[in-house]
């Protein structure tokens, strides 16, 4: 047992937790982060995937201890970190990281197992390469499993996301032949007020 200097979610924590654990089982059963979803503990599936230093690692196969004076961002901190750095506020309120919001819009997720380490590898992304080609979004999130959705749809999240960051019209999906669905203005804008708000709420 020994205990370990943290800095999760911009917070400096001090934990106590056997040298052998990692960083998945100190940010679960510890800290209460179960965000952080333990899945293959093997490095397979990503579900554990966390940011740390802004880069994404699989927390199954980290240790903790190696972990210490660096940087960790869960699922949990990342809206907090989006509003933060001054990017959050809107006429409508505090509102989550633009990833979250794009995943929410498409219907990127159904069972959400994979969503936090999804979302994660996706923001390391973006905050590396602002617009990445579609085969750039696909490898980036190719050590993220889902079993649910087909990954299209999380393509597309991603992709929305880029857009609306450059201020560039989204494409429209393959599923909305007609008016696209995405763009400011249409049913399913994060820009209105109208349809869905990006929090799981009707607006």
């Not at 990833?99 to 999804?118: S, T």
């Not at 597309?156 to 599923?175: D, F, K, M």
């Amino acid at each position: 047992m020994r205990v370990l200097q943290l800095h999760v979610n911009g917070d400096r924590i001090d934990v106590a937790a056997p040298e052998h654990w990692t960083l998945l089982e100190v940010l679960r059963y510890r800290l209460g982060l179960t965000g952080s979803k333990q899945g293959c503990d093997k490095g397979d599936c990503g579900a554990c995937t966390v940011l740390v230093d802004g880069r994404p690692v699989l927390a199954c196969l980290t240790l903790a201890a190696l972990c210490e004076e660096r940087a960790v961002t869960t699922i949990e901190g990342l809206m907090p970190a989006h509003l933060a750095a001054n990017r959050g506020a809107s006429e409508d309120g505090p509102r989550a990281d633009p990833v979250q919001e794009a995943f929410d819009r498409c219907g990127a997720l159904q069972c959400g197992f994979c969503q936090p380490g999804m979302m994660l590898s996706a923001r390391a992304l973006l905050n590396e390469n602002q617009q990445p080609s579609r085969s750039e979004i696909k490898h980036a999130l190719a050590g993220n499993l889902c079993r649910c959705t087909g990954y299209t749809q999380i393509v597309q999240a991603v992709e929305l996301a880029v857009a609306e960051a450059v201020g560039a019209e989204p494409e429209s999906p393959a599923w909305a032949p007609g008016e696209n669905p995405w763009k400011p203005g249409g049913p399913i804008s994060g820009a209105t007020g109208t349809g869905r708000t990006g929090t799981g709420e009707e607006a």
